[in-house]
């Protein structure tokens, strides 16, 4: 009944259907989700990405994936669940002096690949993840590395874990472009990124773009991308590391979300839900069938499908109707060309924004039949309870956030 009620939310004509996933005759035995942290679609293809731009050739790169939220706590809880933000109810600011509720009691993939016997290994460089909010719940390891050590701290997991006939998953969460941005040498000197625009021995810190201090903005927007660079040579040693394994190993690379870098005269993700935060990359090592807009809840989906695992997740790859929310603001989309925006704080603009006459979403449409769309879609889809379990972060987690920029 949901997937048929939000089947019927109109969709324009000139706009194929979304064709059934492909599930293999022969499941695929191990998985890697890679996360690279603030990563924006456009960016990732206008950089240097031979490594991601390989898996797409063998595989799939969706053609319009969007995160389910555009900060990261409520973007990976509903990776991990499938379930939109809606559903699992962890839709809060940032700035929460670094208390936060749990991550809601729900069926997690990692907990559902370890009951169906997987080896599963998280390895993340993003702070906000911690354990103490319940992100290691299914892993039988969760530890926090930088990216530097990522690719050489997987292949280790490989080569004492990973056992020839076993099935394992990893979970790698790079902190990729997100702020402080510290490119290598070599990534500098492609980009002339050159001394005065570091900001002590942390990086190029997204507060002097914010401040738009002289020429820090164009420096900050070249440095992003440098990173990127950076990160996709880091995907190539993860994917190096598997070794006789890569064969039978679905390979996913995705992002929590992404950045704004100036648009709207805003850095940072704010508190929005604009394209350049909600259009992530998704790319799949395996052929399988996307629709023209996927969210990134339905990961869950398409990684259980591919290994053969017969659960049902909350959202799944065939739903027509992709929803990002942020703090009260929903937008919503039923093929990629037209985003409704809805804003009970206020705070921003609403209306309907045509993606392909009006990329930088500027000129507001009236809602029109999107509204009936997202009618549907709240009708069918149960609205959480309101999460009340909060727990302090360690002192530790607190400064590591504050470096992030997550607390003041």
């Not at 395996?286 to 990684?303: G, M, N």
């Not at 509204?371 to 909060?390: K, M």
């Amino acid at each position: 009944m949901l997937l048929f009620l939000l089947a019927c939310a109109p969709t324009p004509v000139e706009e194929p259907s979304p064709q059934p996933r492909a599930v293999r005759e022969k499941p695929l035995e191990n998985v890697v989700v890679v996360v690279i942290d603030t990563l924006r679609e456009d960016r990732a293809l206008s950089a240097q990405t031979p490594h991601i731009d390989g898996l797409a050739t063998g595989g799939v790169r969706a053609r319009r994936a969007w995160s389910a939220g555009t900060w990261t706590l409520p973007a990976v809880i509903s990776l991990f669940s499938g379930a939109s933000i809606r559903q699992h109810g962890w839709d809060l600011p940032t700035g929460r002096i670094g208390k936060y509720p749990l991550v809601p009691d729900v069926p997690l993939l990692a907990e559902v690949l370890h009951n169906e016997g997987f080896r599963t290994d998280g390895l993340y460089s993003n702070g906000l993840l911690a354990e103490e909010l319940g992100f290691h719940r299914g892993f039988d390891v969760w530890r926090r590395v930088s990216d530097k050590t990522m690719a050489a701290q997987f292949s280790a997991v490989v080569g004492k874990q990973w056992t020839p006939g076993g099935r394992h998953f990893a979970y790698l969460h790079f902190l990729g472009p997100h702020s402080a941005l510290k490119p290598s040498e070599g990534a500098r000197d492609r980009h002339d990124l050159d001394g005065p625009i570091w900001e002590g021995t942390r990086g190029l810190e997204i507060g002097a773009a914010k401040r738009n201090e002289s020429g820090a903005r164009e420096a900050y927007n070249a440095g992003y991308v440098a990173v990127i660079e950076d990160t996709d040579a880091r995907v190539g040693e993860v994917l190096a590391a598997l070794g006789d394994y890569r064969e039978d190993t679905l390979v996913i690379v995705t992002s929590d979300h992404g950045e704004l870098l100036g648009e709207h005269d805003v850095y940072g993700h704010g508190y929005w839900v604009y394209e350049p935060l909600t259009h992530v990359p998704l790319v799949v090592s395996e052929p399988v069938e996307l629709p023209p807009v996927v969210s990134t809840a339905a990961i869950p989906q398409l990684v259980t499908d591919q290994l053969g695992i017969d659960h049902v997740w909350p959202t799944q790859l065939e739903e027509t109707t992709v929803v990002s929310q942020r703090e009260g603001k929903i937008a919503l989309t039923l093929d990629g060309t037209k985003k409704g925006v809805w804003d009970s704080s206020g705070k921003g603009e609403q209306g309907v924004f045509d993606l392909v006459a009006d990329p930088g979403e500027k000129n507001a449409l009236a809602h029109g039949e999107l509204d009936e769309a997202r009618g549907i879609w709240e009708s069918v889809i149960p609205r959480a309870e309101p999460l009340t379990e909060v727990v302090e972060l360690s002192e530790e987690t607190q400064q590591e956030l504050k470096t992030l920029g997550y607390i003041e």
